[in-house]
Each structure stands twice: as C-alpha cells, then as structure tokens.
T-cell receptor, first 108, second 116 residues
Framework: QKEVEQNSGPLSVPEGAIASLNCTYS??????FFWYRQYSGKSPELIMF????GDKEDGRFTAQLNKASQYVSLLIRDSQPSDSATYLC????????FGAGTILRVKS | GAGVSQSPSNKVTEKGKDVELRCDPI?????LYWYRQSLGQGLEFLIY????????KSGLPSDRFSAERTGGSVSTLTIQRTQQEDSAVYLC??????????????FGPGTRLTVL
C-alpha cells in the first residue's frame, strides 16, 4: 500500500461545478496535510494546508480532513478552466510524503 | 522576497557524462529538499538537508547521485555517469521549520534534465 494514494484521473468537471479531489494516507500518526497545485511544466505551488479534523475554507477552496478515516479532500467551488492542473496531496508524519497527483480538467 | 531558485532550467547531456544541478533556497530557510519527478509521475524524494545535521540520503536511487550543501545555503546535486533513466525534472524545495508538523515546503522552478 502506498503511503499516500490519489486517483490519477483525469477528473473532468464543467466550468462552474464543484471539483472534489480525494486522498487517503496510511500513517495514522500524520499530523499535517497539504494540497499543492502543479500546472503542466511548472513546479508545485501550495494551495492550502489543514491540521485539524473538519473543514478549512480559503476562497473557492475547502480542505476536509477526517483522521479517523485517514482521508483528506480538496473541494474547488465554481471551477474555472484555470483550475485545470495536477493536484498533489502531501502528508506530514515523520517526513512529508507526496501522492502521485490527480489531474483535473475543467471544461468551459 | 525571492523564492527558491534553481539552475540551469534545462540541461541536455550525453549518457555517461556528469551533471551538476544547483539550488538556492529561500533566505532564512534551514531545510532543503531535492525531489525528482519523471514525466507524468509524482514526486520522488531524494535527499534532505537540515542545518548542520547529517543529510537524510535515504531517497538517493544509486551511488551515482550525491548532493552537498555549503554554508547552510546553496545546494548542488551531482549525478555521475548519467543514464537515460535519469531524465526527469529535478525539483528543489526549502522550508523554515522542519521539526514542526506545520512546516511548509516551497518549490523552485526545477531543472529539466535530458540524457541522450
């Protein structure tokens, strides 16, 4: 089992819809969770992080964490074509481990 | 302030040659990380430097790979006798407080290495 798992996608959503990106992790001791966005040919950039169970909202982005289920998700409301990218989940236990990423395509 | 910088942005080399990739972290960041990302793949951890501590080399794929960090700032990743499977984007990241669970890594633009 991989330490951090993501569906590779692509996930296709129409413009204006909610995109839901999911990530599961294996280390129950993990304490912090990060979502990075990576445009094609570019380096990853941090979108947001979450440490506590529940939801954390930042603009159109909402991160959701459920430590009991070892599950973290990212919701993107009112998806735009500019949101089309690969989204990387990263989990910090003893070290930061990245998932392979989910490709998101927002169709106009 | 300036972000993480890397050079060169692109490097094309012939199989068997040595290459050096450079990373300049964000000022004040004590931790520095090297990752490799092959086409369409996730990030593969290579090596981690923290202050004056011995580096965590657990991710280096072979003894052809080495890295150093001079003066606690700039780092150089060296690949000796390059092979075609070394072709990838090499990403450097830095962070301020790696002992804290809240620590956040910031990435440089990467070096795209192509081994012919």
């Amino acid at each position: 089992q991989k330490e951090v798992e993501q569906n590779s996608g692509p996930l296709s959503v129409p413009e204006g819809a909610i995109a839901s990106l999911n990530c599961t992790y294996s280390d129950r001791g993990s304490q912090s969770f990060f979502w990075y966005r990576q445009y094609s040919g570019k380096s990853p950039e941090l979108i947001m992080f979450i440490y506590s169970n529940g939801d954390k909202e930042d603009g159109r982005f909402t991160a959701q964490l459920n430590k009991a289920s070892q599950y973290v998700s990212l919701l993107i409301r009112d998806s735009q074509p500019s949101d089309s990218a690969t989204y990387l989940c990263a989990v910090n236990g003893n070290k930061l481990v990245f998932g392979a990423g989910t490709i998101l395509r927002v169709k106009s | 302030g300036a972000g993480v910088s890397q050079s060169p942005s692109n490097k094309v080399t012939e199989k068997g040659k040595d290459v050096e990739l450079r990373c300049d972290p964000i000022s004040g960041h004590t931790a520095l990380y090297w990752y490799r990302q092959s086409l369409g793949q996730g990030l593969e951890f290579l090596i981690y430097f923290q202050g004056n501590s011995a580096p965590d080399k657990s991710g280096l794929p072979s003894d052809r790979f080495s890295a150093e960090r001079t003066g606690g700032s700039v780092s150089t990743l060296t690949i000796q006798r390059t092979q075609q499977e070394d072709s990838a984007v090499y990403l450097c990241a830095s962070s301020r407080a790696p002992r804290k669970s809240t620590d956040t890594q910031y990435f440089g633009p990467g070096t795209r290495l192509t081994v012919l």
